[in-house]
Structures are given as C-alpha cells and as structure tokens.
C-alpha cells in the first residue's frame, strides 16, 4: 500500500489543484421537493450530477474524488426511500462501471459493506476488480460509511492483528488499516445543500483539509461550483500549524514529525 504521509505527522506539499477531492453531496430532497416531485426523483437526479463532475474533475486533472452517497446514520431514513437508494446504487452499477473502466476510472467502495444485499455487494466486487489497475481518476464512493465505525474497524483490527503493542500504537500503525489508505487526505471538502457541518464523514482525513459550502443542492452542482470552489482553495493559505511568516520566508516550513510506524520499527 503506498504511503501517502499525514499532514499531522508531516508538512504535505501542497500546490496546484487539489489531488484529493471530498464531496457531501446534499440537497436531493429538497431540489426534487422545490420541483413538487418526491425526494428520490432528487436522488435520481443527483446519478447525473455525479457523472458531469467526474468528467469535470477529470478535465482538472484532480486525481481522487471521494463522494458519500449513503451514510451509517441514512438508514433512519423511511424505509422507501433507503430501498430507492439501494435499487439506484445497483442500477448505477449496472449502468456505469463499464463506462468508469473506457475512461481509465478506478472505482472504490467504502464503508460498511456487509449490511447490503448480496447482488449489491457482488456487483460492487466486480466493479472494483474490472478497474482495479486504472489510475486516471480514483472514485470512491462511501456508502454505509461512517468516520467513527471506520476509525473503530481500524482500531479493532490493529489490536486483533497486533495485540504485542497495545498501548504503543501509532498515527502511522493505524493508519493503513482506515478505508481511505489508497487515497491521500482531501485537500479540498465540499459540501452542498447549504448545510454546514461533516455529518460523520470522513472525520480523520479531513483534519487539515480546506472545507467549502456551498447553498447549491447537489442536482444542480456543476463545473462553474466546482470551479468556484477551486477558486476559493487558490486563496486559502494552508498553514498546517505554522504561522503565516514562516511560510512567506522559507516557502516551506521543516517537517515535523516524521511518520513512523512502531510495527515496522519493532
Ligand atoms: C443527499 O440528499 C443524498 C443522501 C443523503 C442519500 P438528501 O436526501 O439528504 O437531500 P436533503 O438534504 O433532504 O435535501
Ligand atoms: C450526509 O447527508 C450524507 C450523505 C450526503 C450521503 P445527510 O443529509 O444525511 O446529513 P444530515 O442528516 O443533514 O446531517
Ligand atoms: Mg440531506
């Protein structure tokens, strides 16, 4: 697995667009209510946003697109609406890996995969087989994802994997056990709908990660938000900790901590 460092254990460099792009993709219900059409006709909808801003980020040379689709909390949501989800989660299988693969799109599916229907589960394997060696654009999609079950998962399976050093666990042993190891932290985080908080999403990545909210509702997101969005990262100065000063006079800050991992040193 590479390693991708941590902006808490190392100074990340980073100029020019955002590498790692994290979506909340919010506002469905409301767009498709606004419309007078039920909530999942919003959802529906929101397949095709997704599908232009992949393309969009593809023309700006971003690398990973990370969107959540369905969180661990969604499930609390009427029983209709999440069997919809479910219904347009295997449809959009169906209907896209095909066309991810000719576009040299490496599909990832995060979260908690057990709780979903085997055909479901099946066809996310396969997709994820089929485009396992494309690296033009890395989508995930979090789906039954939490921040706090994914930080549990890791922690469980660390402790199971290597009990000899609990209590002397570090950032970097856990850190490849987390389901976002194959991607580095989101440089930048938007989340639609007007909304302004994480939701439980990816709560570990996102710590230096620049956040963006826009009122848009996510079927009407498109290449001009991404844009401003992009806008808006250009001008945030990325500190990371240190001061402003130190920035403008060496350009670049020594690292901190180097990441290391007790496992390997052991
Ligand atoms: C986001 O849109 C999609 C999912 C959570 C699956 P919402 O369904 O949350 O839309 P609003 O927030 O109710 O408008
Ligand atoms: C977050 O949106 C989850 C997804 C977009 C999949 P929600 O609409 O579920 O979030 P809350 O409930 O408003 O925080
Ligand atoms: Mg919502």
Not at 26 to 51: E, I, M, Q, S
Not at 78 to 104: C, I, K, Q, T, Y
Not at 152 to 163: K, T, W
Request: aromatic share 10%; with cysteine; hydrophobic share 40%.
């Amino acid at each position: 697995m590479a390693d991708f460092g941590s902006s808490t254990l190392r100074v990340p460099d980073v100029s020019g667009v955002p590498r790692h792009l994290a979506i909340i993709m919010d506002g469905n219900g409301r767009w498709a209510r606004k419309r007078f059409l039920p909530r999942v006709a919003g959802h529906k909808r929101g397949v095709d946003t997704l599908r232009r801003v992949i393309r969009a980020c593809m023309e700006r040379g971003i690398e990973y697109l990370t969107v959540f689709a369905f969180s661990s909390e969604n499930w609390r949501r009427p029983p209709e609406e999440v069997s919809f989800l479910m219904n347009l989660f295997v449809a959009a299988l169906n209907d896209e890996v095909a066309r991810l693969h000719e576009n040299g799109i490496r599909l990832k599916v995060v979260g908690d995969l057990d709780r979903f229907e085997p055909r479901l589960r099946e066809l996310i394997a396969a997709g994820e087989r089929q485009t396992a060696g494309n690296r033009r654009l890395t989508l995930t999609i979090a789906a039954n994802y939490g921040g706090r079950w994914d930080i549990l998962q890791a922690a469980n399976r660390l402790g199971q994997e290597h009990p000899e050093r609990c209590g002397r666990w570090t950032e970097a042993d856990l850190a490849p056990y987390l389901v976002m190891a194959h991607a580095p932290e989101p440089d930048l985080f938007i989340r639609t709908g007007g909304e302004e908080r994480i939701s439980n999403f990816m709560i570990w990545q996102l710590a230096y990660s620049e956040l963006y909210f826009t009122d848009k509702l996510w079927p009407d997101f498109d290449a001009r938000t991404l844009d401003a969005a992009i806008a808006s990262y250009h001008k945030r100065e990325r500190r990371f900790g240190r001061t402003s000063e130190q920035l403008r006079t060496t350009g670049e800050a020594p690292a901190a901590v180097e990441a290391s991992s007790s496992l390997q040193n052991a």
